[in-house]
């Protein structure tokens, strides 16, 4: 993947809080290491203005906690460490989002979804 593809920014929206939590997962990090992974990743540059939003909104829902640390030379860092309640969240959202990625690769290539997969829910 080109680290430097732009994908629409409702997908990102959609995906970004899902992808956080599965970096946290490999271990304590801080915030500009997170977004130099996503853009390794292939997600491309996701600003501070729309990352660290989210990382307080995991702190705020207990998904992670934060631990200020020196930093080699120069500023302290804030690092984020996922929880057993943001371990219990990544497992959740994964569940939904490959059952999603599921239904909608289905719909995109005109297979039929299985019968009992599908979710009631009203789209807003």
């Not at 990102?12 to 130099?36: F, H, I, K, N, Q």
């Amino acid at each position: 993947m080109n680290p430097t593809q732009e994908w629409p920014a409702e997908w990102l929206r959609g995906v970004l809080e899902l992808c956080v939590l599965r970096l946290l997962a490999d271990g304590p990090t801080y915030g500009y290491e997170l977004a130099a992974r996503l853009t390794q990743a292939g997600l491309g540059h996701i600003k501070g203005g729309t990352l660290y939003p989210l990382l307080r909104r995991f702190e705020q829902n207990g998904h992670v906690t934060v631990q200020w640390r020196p930093g080699d030379g120069g500023p302290g860092r804030k690092y984020y460490l996922l929880t057993e309640q943001g371990r219990a969240a990544l497992e959740d959202l994964t569940g939904q989002w490959r059952e999603f990625t599921d239904l909608t690769g289905q719909l995109l290539t005109g297979r039929p979804a299985p019968t009992g997969t599908t979710r009631d829910q009203e789209v807003r």
